[in-house]
Structure formats: structure tokens, C-alpha cells
């Protein structure tokens, strides 16, 4: 006896889902989105912003400070910089925002007699500090200026001067550190400020004068 081979029966036909319209689209991911939304916060993940702060603005606080021997009482938003309360509330805008973030040295001031980078330091942190800008090397009305800004002037060592604040404020501190026992040492310890301008040779000889007075 033999037997017709059977042929496998086509499979049914399947009708591919309809093209989703601009509307149905929308529709789908804000439903999704908002799922994923809502799910993270379900798991515990808090909002960014949440809080009592979140309604009114960020948080803020008052800080008193002394800056160039002069008491300030501010109201600040906790996130401000040192850098951007000098320049932006109290108008001294000889510390410069070259990076803004901690690699260039055209913002450095005094705290407490050290120096440091204003645009990494918190504001809100300095309650009681004295700070010290380029502005109060030379208050009096007499024109005399610091021995190292008269330095940096004999030595030439600026061109376009955005850097030159920063420079000269870590420079007294390179200097008050003691940190200038040689071209080299002092090379070392100002080399957090950068000069676009490549004057370095003569700041470090401006340095080296107003140290040992050469
Ligand atoms: S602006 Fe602060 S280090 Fe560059
Ligand atoms: S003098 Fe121009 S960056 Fe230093």
C-alpha cells in the first residue's frame, strides 16, 4: 500500500498591527513615562528639588563675613561660590571666573590667610571668615600698591592681565607659605595658575623680588 506524502498546511495568516498615528504615540510614551515616574519614586528614589526648599527655590542662608576688613551680612543661595558672591553681590570683580572650576587659578583669594580657589569654596560656609581680594592690597588712597603687584609691574610679568589677580593673590600666599626658596620651588608652588599668556619667567622672578626684596 502506499501513501501520498502530505503537504503542511500554510500557517494563518497574521495581520501586522496598524502604523500607530502621531496621536496614539504621544499618548503611549507619557502613559510609559509616567510609569517609570512613578515607579522610582515608589521605589524610594527621591525627586530632585524635594523638600522644603523644593516650593519656594533652593535653600538659602545668611552668612556674616569680613572681606577686605570690611563686614558684609549676606543672604545666599547655598549653592553660591565664593567667587560668585564677590563678584555678583558685592560687586568685586577683580577675582576672575576663568574655568570656574577649580583648574585655572584666576579666581584665587585669601580665606583666613590662605589661599583658595573662590569658585570651588561654598559661600555659605565662610560664617566668621576674613577673606582677602585683589581689591584690599591696596586700599588706602595713597596709590601704593602691594611690593608684589610694584613686582609684577618691574618685571613686565602680564600681557593681557586676566590672569594677573589670581596669580598675585597666590603668589603672597606662595610667599606667606614660604615657598620661594628657589625658581624651581616657586615654579612649583604657583603652578595651579595658569597663564594663557606663557608669562611665567617673569612671575616667578616678580615672585622671587617681592620675596627676598631683590
Ligand atoms: S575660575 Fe576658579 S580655578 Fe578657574
Ligand atoms: S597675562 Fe594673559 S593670561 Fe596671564
Known sequence: MSTEPV?????????????????????????VGGAVVAGGLAAGTPAVGAGPAAAGGPPSGRLALTVNGERHTVTVDSRTSLLDLLREHLGLTGSKKGCDAGACGACTVLVDGLRVTSCLTLAIRLEGAEVTTIEGLAPGEDDRLHPLQSAFLQQDALQCGFCTPGQIMSG???????????????????????????????????????????
Open 7 to 31: 503537504e503542511p498546511a500554510d500557517p494563518p495568516a497574521v495581520e501586522p498591527p496598524p502604523a500607530p498615528s502621531r496621536r496614539t504615540f504621544i499618548a503611549t510614551t507619557t502613559a
Open 172 to 214: 603672597i600666599g606662595c610667599i606667606q607659605e614660604g615657598h620661594t626658596g628657589s625658581a624651581e620651588e616657586i615654579r612649583e608652588w604657583m603652578s595651579g595658575n595658569i597663564c594663557r599668556c606663557g608669562c611665567y619667567v617673569k612671575i616667578v622672578k616678580a615672585v622671587d623680588q617681592a620675596a627676598h626684596g631683590k
